[in-house]
């Protein structure tokens, strides 16, 4: 499974990644805003996406865009999870997180992209 990291902070992306890799992810790229994430959007299968990056509470619409323009499955990660008004049934990963959560989350998210995939008839990396 082809994981998009979105985050601005270089070390939480590299704890990210970490643990993704570890899980068996397969990391496409770290985006620390908009612009990027709809870069490396079509190489991943799912993202997880910080909610308020440097460019303003972002998060949501790059979750939206990612997941209309190239069916990614999502999940939030945040320091303050009331920032999401409505998740959209994505899993949403308060900070600090164990990795187990991370890694439960993402597989959630792999999941839901797989079912939405199979529903679209997209074809599935």
């Known amino acids: 499974m082809r994981l998009l990291i979105v985050e601005d902070?270089?070390?939480?992306?590299?704890?990210?990644?970490?643990?993704?890799i570890d899980a068996g992810f397969e990391i496409?790229?770290?985006?620390g805003n908009m612009s990027e994430a709809l870069e490396l959007g079509s190489e991943a299968d799912i993202a997880i996406i910080d909610v308020r990056l440097g460019d303003g509470l972002t998060g949501p619409s790059i979750a939206r865009a990612l997941?209309?323009?190239f069916g990614l499955g999502v999940v939030y990660f945040t320091l303050n999870p009331g920032l999401i008004e409505n998740p959209e049934g994505r899993a949403v990963v308060a900070e600090p997180a164990?990795?187990?959560?991370?890694?439960?989350?993402?597989?959630?998210?792999?999941?839901?992209?797989?079912?939405?995939?199979?529903?679209?008839?997209?074809?599935?990396?």
């Open 98 to 125: 164990s990795p187990e959560r991370i890694v439960d989350a993402l597989s959630m998210a792999a999941k839901n992209a797989r079912t939405h995939r199979v529903a679209s008839g997209t074809t599935f990396h």
């Open 67 to 69: 997941f209309s323009g």
């Open 9 to 20: 902070e270089p070390g939480i992306a590299l704890v990210i990644e970490d643990v993704a």
């Open 28 to 31: 496409t790229g770290i985006a």
